[in-house]
């Protein structure tokens, strides 16, 4: 957890790469951001990426489910 969060801090990974590198969900790096009062730091790009990747994760859990 603590090189994903560096990392992300450094700018070195977007909080969605980060949180693949902890090996942690998105929920539980957003909480360990807000636990160690570290900045969640976005941009408008960004954040529509990391949204369409989260759609895609929960159509493919949907279709297996199936």
Request: hydrophobic share 35%; glycine share 8%; net charge positive.
């Amino acid at each position: 957890m603590d090189e994903g969060l560096s990392k992300y801090i450094q700018g070195e990974l977007s909080a969605g790469a980060a949180k693949e590198w902890a090996r942690v969900s998105y929920a539980r790096f957003l909480d360990e951001l807000r636990v160690r009062g570290l900045p969640f730091r976005t941009d408008e790009e960004g954040m529509q990426r990391e949204l369409e990747e989260l759609k895609a994760k929960v159509v493919r859990r949907a279709r297996r489910r199936r």
